[in-house]
């Protein structure tokens, strides 16, 4: 892969250069190459042309940017330049609709961040800790009855990830509807991630594809409006061990005193649903997965783990601190297989990136598979090294060339839910359990849909540690 200036010079008056197109005699094909394999395609479209290079799938242009410093300048500097009325969340849009993850009303989405955010604090998330490490213990007591046999981890980490986030959201125990909440979003997921490929023919044409998505969007709604309908009925006051349902039902905003509307809830709810279960299910299936392939780092992993717990079998949110190592095999699990690989702007005024000129209405794509990656900042980028996320390598590289929560005004809203969760689940794994390969298993691939998932997910086999 070819790179970009070592200091590019961001935000440059115009007189601007063109950014390079892919061009059929580059042999790297069009919208039907992009179609059949994305990551293929634009790998080559960084080795062909280094960090910033324009495609035009079906003739929508968009233009792949893949330095840190093109990543601070329209995510952080230029936030407000630019903006999610971007073609990959108008593809999600029919499933998340006006909720935080890919609102594109400024004045909305600002309002709505303004009063969700204090929810999802550090302080906030600690006290759905003890429904991470329960519902973990609980997970751990069914697979007694299963040592020796390889499990589908991926089934069983998205049944626990979406317990959860029930039981965070909505003091729910799930049952069979989580089932249907799975493969609801399942088969949107990987509609709409072929969709975004090739968007054709549009999603409100009623063919077959279309009508088994809308029918996974009504499954969706369904579970979320249960929850909330079943709240409104028992009218539950906002205290100290109120749920995330009760407290958004009770926020207001601190500008007019006015709350958000239900059907504006409704889609809340579904986005943090959303976004809390696939990405959190897919880190610790890969980082599950990772661990067997790299003894070395497990045995790290468990003395760790060993020396933090003591006698205990469980571990508290108050062990987070210490639980140092724990936490850096989860950073490098997020850089290698980053879950939310790719998002997208566009520009709502011409800009200048670098010195090229990016028009107004581009579409710019960021994706983390190749930032996280690149050669330039990460030495052989496909080994798994925790170690690349101890202080001093995090303080010698720019912050920008990791993104797995994205960066600026519209980061992860459940970052700290999401690191707590992984940390704590995957520490009380590891305190009693390993996940070992099964022989001859075959590499595990990244299926680039909406989310990067393992492609027919991680199978392992469960042995007790001895
Ligand atoms: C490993 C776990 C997770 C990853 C990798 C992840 C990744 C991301 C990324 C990259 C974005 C920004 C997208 C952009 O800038 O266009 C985002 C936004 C968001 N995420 Fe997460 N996420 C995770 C977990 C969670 C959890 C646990 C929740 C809820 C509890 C959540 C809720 C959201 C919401 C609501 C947004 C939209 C924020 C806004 O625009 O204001 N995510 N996530």
Known sequence: MSSAPTVPDVGRPPGAREIPTI??????????????????????????????????????????????DYIRHILVEKGESYDKDAMLFRVVRPVLRKGLIANADMELWRRQRRMMAPHFTPRTVSHFARNMTDETAQMLQRWERREGQVLDVTDEIGQLALRIVNRSLFSAEVGRTAQAFERAFQTANAILGAFFRFPFPPLNFPTPRNRKLHRAIDDMDTFVSDFIQARLRADVPAGDEADLLTLLLHTVDEEDGKGMDLEQLHHEVLNICIGAYETTTNTLSW????LARHPEVEAKLHAEVDAVLGERSIPSFEDLPRLTYTRMVIDETLRIYSPAYQFMRRAREEDVVDGYRVPANTN??????????????WEDPESFVPERFTPEA????????????????????????????????????ARRYRLALPEATPEVHPQALITLHPEGGIHLRLEERR
Not at 365 to 371: A, P, R, T
């Open 23 to 68: 061009r059929r005699k580059d042999g790297i094909g069009g919208a039907l190459a992009f179609r059949n394999d994305q990551l293929h395609f634009l790998g080559a479209g960084l080795d062909r042309y280094g960090d910033i290079f324009r495609f035009r799938p079906l003739g929508i242009p968009i233009v792949l940017v893949n330095h840190p």
């Open 394 to 429: 995090i303080a010698a590289r720019p912050k920008h060339v990791y993104t797995p929560f994205g960066a600026g005004h519209r980061i992860c809203i459940g970052k700290h839910f999401a690191l707590t969760e992984l940390v704590l689940v995957l520490s009380t794994v």
């Open 287 to 290: 980082a599950f997965y990772l």
């Open 364 to 377: 710019v794509l960021i994706n983390s598979y190749f930032l996280h990656r690149h050669p330039d900042f």
